[in-house]
């Protein structure tokens, strides 16, 4: 590790052209506006409805739980509940005076109705024909006393719903169970988005890790085309001498053919590279929403990591593992399952937590006892369901604790192995540099063959392919460090 710094001691810049859409952030140089990696990666996302949905789930959450906050905040001071008992005996009395006002009415109604009673059997003696009428009367008063007799009831009923919800608020355990139910919303809520934003977080790094893909296989295309060019150089100057020797008689037919097959060859490929590097444009200006009118340089610039000496390399290497939103997304999993045990142990007197770990034993014991009940056992059903739950609960934090640890497990090897192919492209690197002082070497003595008159240009412009070819492919290497030290940077990606 302490060779591949010394050797990638370079700031690594990956710069290609691409199509966008000019913007206040963008720099104008050299006709192209230059926009960072970070800027493209806003404009991914900017783009994605996935993102959009979770930021809107984000900011809902996080207004819900402003309120329940402020709420609980108010019943841990007391105000709630006072405020409640308050507005309940308002309400209570209120009630009361509704019934005592209609018990009053239902009085007078009655009284009513005797008088009434007594004129239509007088009237009836008499054989007056006022008799019907007063009847008629006394029938509508005993139907609006039901109605009144109906409310007087639901009064009544709402009195004593009132009374109870009073007797309630005024038990202080009772009202700690609310402020219990409340903060566990409020815990609930923030869990739900810490999970949205790790969830957010992924997609993000993913986003980038496509992004700087396809910037890779651009510039691997970059590449490609610039060699292809130079052959083409060279081969269309090699036509020309082939042509003279084929002209006094040198070389046949044949090899003058060949030599302008090779050159065919090349422009083939070469349009091949620009046609597939306009597909992978368009593809990526589908990704960052732009059109494809302004040109438009997506500049990637990394630093080298300080990477620490052996001997902490492990504590440096479990870092990087925790704070991967993968693990620290099964962690909440975990934590879940624990917290459903804790709770569950709360109520339990027959299941041992361990004293500082808070895991549960559970016995062989109540394990058969379970699988008793399963097959039929005559004991307390209750009890044996309860041990049950408690073993369900029990293996549900052992399979989150055990998903959680072989994630970190795939995840060490998985970056181990990336550091081992650092090693590797490091040995590369030095092949290359030792290959390009050659090359270098070489290009000097065909320079000053040149001045004698020992070789032709063709030869020095050879020498120079052969030293560009080399440079090519220690940027390549160089591109290759850089998108293997993000995905290292960002485990997950393994």
Not at 46 to 54: C, P, Y
Not at 139 to 165: C, I, K, N, P, Y
């Amino acid at each position: 590790m302490k060779k591949f710094l010394l050797v990638l001691s370079a700031l690594l810049i990956l710069t290609v052209p691409v199509f966008a859409e000019e913007s206040e952030t963008e720099t104008e140089t050299e006709g192209y506006h230059v926009i960072s990696l970070e800027e493209a990666v806003e404009l991914a996302l900017g783009d994605m409805l996935s993102v959009q949905d979770i930021e809107s789930a984000i900011r809902d959450m996080q207004m819900h739980k402003n309120d329940l906050s402020d709420q609980l905040e108010r019943m841990e001071r007391g105000d709630a509940r006072i405020e409640a008992i308050n507005t309940l005996h308002e309400t209570l009395l209120g009630i009361e005076t509704a019934i005592m006002g209609m018990n009053a009415a239902q009085g007078s109604m009655d009284a009513q109705m005797e008088q009434a009673f007594a004129a239509a059997m007088a009237a009836m003696a008499m054989g007056s024909p006022d008799a019907n009428l007063i009847l008629q009367g006394i029938w509508e008063g005993m139907a609006a006393g039901q109605v009144l007799s109906s409310e007087l009831g639901g009064l009544h009923m709402a009195r004593d719903a009132v009374f109870t919800e009073l007797t309630n608020l005024s038990d202080p355990n009772f009202f700690e169970d609310i402020i219990d139910g409340v903060r566990s919303a409020v815990d609930v809520i923030e869990r739900q988005m810490q999970n949205l934003r790790i969830t957010q977080e992924i997609i993000e790094i993913s986003l980038e890790n496509g992004l700087r893909s396809i910037l890779l296989i651009l510039a691997d295309m970059d590449s490609a085309m610039e060699l292809l060019e130079l052959s083409m150089e060279l081969g269309n100057e090699n036509l020309r001498r082939m042509n003279v020797m084929y002209s006094v008689g040198l070389i046949s037919s044949h090899e003058l053919r060949g030599v302008e097959h090779a050159i065919s060859q090349n422009e083939v490929q070469h349009d091949a590279l620009i046609h597939g590097r306009e597909t992978v444009v368009r593809s990526l200006n589908q990704m960052l929403g732009l059109p494809l009118d302004t040109q438009t340089v997506i500049e990637l610039e990394r630093g080298i990591p300080e990477i620490p000496e052996d001997e902490y390399f492990d504590d440096y290497l479990m870092e990087l593992i925790l704070q991967s939103p993968t693990i620290r997304q099964l962690q909440y999993v975990v934590d879940d399952a624990k917290r459903v045990r804790r709770d569950y142990i709360a109520d339990s007197d027959t299941i041992t937590a361990e004293r500082g770990t808070g895991n549960i034993r559970i016995s062989d014991r109540d394990r058969n006892r379970a699988m008793q009940a399963a097959a039929g056992s005559e004991e307390n059903i209750e009890q044996i369901m309860a041990l049950r739950n408690r073993i369900a609960i029990q293996e549900a934090v052992e399979r989150a604790i055990a998903e959680r640890d072989q994630a970190i497990r795939t995840m060490e090897a998985a970056i181990r192995q990336a550091y081992r192919e650092l090693d590797s492209h490091n040995v590369q690197l030095a092949a290359r540099e030792r290959e390009l002082a050659r090359a270098i070497a070489s290009l000097g003595v065909a320079e000053a063959n040149l001045s004698a008159g020992r070789v032709t240009p063709f030869d020095v412009a050879q020498a120079e392919m052969a030293v560009i070819n080399i440079e090519l492919a220690i940027e390549g290497i160089f591109n290759q460090i850089c998108f293997l030290l993000f995905t290292i940077e960002n485990p997950s990606l393994l």
